[in-house]
């Protein structure tokens, strides 16, 4: 099975959880509350990563969360389709939300409001890489015939939620907001702890130093690829087939190195 596209105002989408009627929703209708936190990503930039630190310190470092709930139940995504509507109709306040939505799409209540928006960027041609080895393996991105093939669709923006440097030059904008983070997945590879502590004061929840200790220890690479429900292995199988290759493979990550993203923006 191969992946399906629809497109929304000029936008690739995965037929398979997404749908117009529910972006159009969430864009026009959806009421953001103000102690809401979204966690914003282009895919595989990091968002299983920040989804899991955030849980840990919404938690105050109390780890039974991360171990009993899969990540996607913890923080459920904004907008998608199937079962994850009702959990993201049913959250109680606070909600925490993941979302890849450039912002043309998010919720138009959020730039009226005070909810905190987390934005995680990734070096482009590790997100390339990641995005291409991805795609063998889920059935939301279509399977590309060579990586050739694949870099060109991912530079024109054909891949889903369109242009990565669209989608980081629209969220960019929001960078002198109070309400806005903005933090590379090099600078959580590079000061772990360091950005952890900049995240919680982000967040206006300081926490004690063992417990940013603990939050560092239990969202490390090995931590989470050895938790069940943190590395993707209870996804859906009509989502992703994690038996092909594991989500988890160290050897994608960090396979390119840029100093700063000014050259790109």
């Not at 995504?77 to 925490?96: A, H, I, N, T």
């Not at 939620?161 to 997945?185: A, R």
Request: proline share 5%; with cysteine; net charge negative.
């Amino acid at each position: 099975m191969d992946a399906e596209y629809f497109q929304h105002k000029g936008i690739n989408f995965a037929s398979v959880i997404y749908s117009k009627e529910r972006l159009e929703y969430l864009e026009n209708e959806f009421q953001v509350q103000d102690d809401d936190v979204y966690i914003v990503t282009f895919p595989k930039s990091g968002t299983n990563w920040m989804m899991e630190i955030l849980s840990l310190i919404h938690s105050n470092g109390d780890i039974s969360w991360c171990r009993k709930v899969p990540n996607y139940i913890r923080i459920p995504w904004l907008d998608v389709c199937g079962p994850g509507v009702k959990l993201v109709d049913e959250y109680q306040s606070p909600r925490l939300f993941s979302s890849h939505l450039p912002i043309q799409f998010f919720p138009k209540s959020f730039f009226s409001s005070k909810a905190k928006v987390i934005y995680t960027a990734r070096n482009p041609k590790d997100v390339l890489v990641s995005l291409y080895h991805y795609a063998h393996m889920s059935f939301v991105i279509k399977k590309p015939n060579s990586f050739d093939e694949f870099m060109e669709d991912f530079l024109q923006g054909r891949v889903p939620f369109g242009s990565w440097f669209d989608h980081i030059k629209g969220w960019i904008q929001m960078k002198d907001n109070s309400n806005f983070f903005f933090i590379t997945y090099e600078d959580l590879k590079r000061d772990h702890r360091g950005a952890v502590k900049k995240i919680c004061t982000f967040l206006g929840n300081e926490l004690e130093e063992q417990t940013i200790d603990l939050v560092v220890e239990q969202s490390s690479f090995n931590m989470m690829k050895s938790n069940n429900m943190s590395n993707n292995s209870l996804v859906p199988d009509y989502i992703m087939d994690p038996k092909k290759q594991p989500f988890y493979e160290e050897r994608y990550y960090f396979l390119f190195n840029l100093h700063s993203f000014k050259d790109l923006l």
